[in-house]
C-alpha cells in the first residue's frame, strides 16, 4: 500500500451527526455571500484551515466562490511533519474544487445544511525525499504512477453559518465541513489486492473551516 500521510479512521459517526440535523425542507442553495460583491475579482472570497484528507496533516489557503456560492475554487498548501512524513517533513500543494448543489435551512437556527458535496483536487508535492528515479533495478513501467502528483475525488457536507456583513459591505459568514476521499494511487491499490487491501485502507477523512469575507 503506498504511504498514507494524513489519513484518518472513517468511522460513520459524521455522517449520522450530518443526517441527525435535517428536519428541515431543502431550499435553493445560498447564503448571505450570495450577495452582490464590489471587491476585485482578483481578490480571494474566502480563506481555508484543514487537517488531513491526503492534502496534509495541516493545510491553509484561500479560494473563490462561483455559480452562487455552488462551486469553491481553492488553492491550498499543506505540511507533514518528519514524524509522520519519514526522512523530512513534506509540502505538499493542491488545487481543489467543491461543488454544493443543496441547502438546508434549520428551524430556528442560524445555521445551514448543506448535506452533499462533492468535488476533485490535484495535489504535488516537490520533496526531494520522495524517490523519482525508480532506480535502475526496476524495469521500465514496473511503478506506472508519479510520486509526486495525485488526483482525488471526494465527497462529504458542510454547516454554514451568515455572519454580519462587513464594514465594507461584504458578506461574511463562517463554515465548517468534512470530505471523504481518495486518490488514483489507493483506488488502484485496492484494485489490484482486494485480498489485502478493505475500502476503509483506501479512504482519507479531512475536516476544515471556511471563512467567507
Same mark, same amino acid.
Not at 503506498?2 to 443526517?19: E, K, M, Q, V
Given at each position: 500500500?503506498?504511504?498514507?500521510?494524513?489519513?484518518?479512521?472513517?468511522?460513520?459517526?459524521?455522517?449520522?451527526?450530518?443526517?441527525?440535523?435535517?428536519?428541515?425542507?431543502?431550499?435553493?442553495?445560498?447564503?448571505?455571500?450570495?450577495?452582490?460583491?464590489?471587491?476585485?475579482?482578483?481578490?480571494?472570497?474566502?480563506?481555508?484551515?484543514?487537517?488531513?484528507?491526503?492534502? *496534509?496533516? /495541516?493545510?491553509?489557503?484561500?479560494?473563490?466562490? !462561483?455559480? $452562487?456560492? +455552488?462551486?469553491?475554487?481553492?488553492?491550498?498548501?499543506? @505540511?507533514?511533519?518528519?514524524?509522520?512524513?519519514?526522512?523530512?517533513?513534506?509540502?505538499?500543494?493542491?488545487?481543489?474544487?467543491?461543488?454544493?448543489?443543496?441547502?438546508?435551512?434549520?428551524?430556528?437556527?442560524?445555521?445551514?445544511?448543506?448535506?452533499?458535496?462533492?468535488? *476533485?483536487? /490535484?495535489?504535488?508535492?516537490?520533496?526531494?525525499? !520522495?524517490? $523519482?528515479? +525508480?532506480?535502475?533495478?526496476?524495469?521500465?513501467?514496473? @511503478?506506472?504512477?508519479?510520486?509526486?502528483?495525485?488526483?482525488?475525488?471526494?465527497?462529504?457536507?458542510?454547516?454554514?453559518?451568515?455572519?454580519?456583513?462587513?464594514?465594507?459591505?461584504?458578506?461574511?459568514?463562517?463554515?465548517?465541513?468534512?470530505?471523504?476521499?481518495?486518490?488514483?494511487?489507493?483506488?488502484?491499490?485496492?484494485?489490484?489486492? !482486494?485480498?489485502?487491501?478493505?475500502?476503509?485502507?483506501?479512504?482519507?477523512?479531512?475536516?476544515?473551516?471556511?471563512?467567507?469575507?
Amino acid at each position: 500500500m503506498p504511504f498514507n500521510y494524513a489519513c484518518f479512521s472513517t468511522s460513520g459517526g459524521f455522517f449520522g451527526l450530518i443526517l441527525s440535523v435535517l428536519p428541515a425542507a431543502a431550499q435553493a442553495p445560498t447564503d448571505s455571500a450570495a450577495t452582490r460583491s464590489t471587491r476585485a475579482w482578483y481578490v480571494p472570497q474566502h480563506a481555508v484551515l484543514q487537517t488531513a484528507g491526503g492534502i *496534509g496533516m /495541516v493545510s491553509g489557503g484561500v479560494g473563490y466562490s !462561483l455559480f $452562487r456560492q +455552488r462551486l469553491d475554487v481553492d488553492a491550498l498548501a499543506g @505540511y507533514v511533519p518528519q514524524r509522520y512524513a519519514g526522512n523530512k517533513a513534506l509540502g505538499i500543494f493542491t488545487l481543489k474544487t467543491t461543488y454544493t448543489p443543496y441547502t438546508i435551512t434549520l428551524r430556528s437556527a442560524a445555521w445551514r445544511v448543506h448535506p452533499l458535496s462533492f468535488g *476533485g483536487l /490535484v495535489n504535488y508535492t516537490p520533496s526531494r525525499t !520522495l524517490n $523519482r528515479s +525508480r532506480d535502475e533495478k526496476y524495469y521500465d513501467g514496473y @511503478y506506472w504512477w508519479s510520486s509526486t502528483v495525485r488526483f482525488g475525488a471526494f465527497i462529504g457536507g458542510k454547516l454554514a453559518r451568515p455572519l454580519k456583513p462587513s464594514p465594507t459591505g461584504q458578506p461574511r459568514a463562517v463554515s465548517l465541513y468534512y470530505e471523504l476521499g481518495t486518490n488514483d494511487l489507493y483506488v488502484v491499490s485496492l484494485a489490484t489486492n !482486494l485480498s489485502g487491501l478493505k475500502v476503509t485502507d483506501v479512504l482519507t477523512l479531512g475536516v476544515g473551516g471556511k471563512f467567507t469575507f
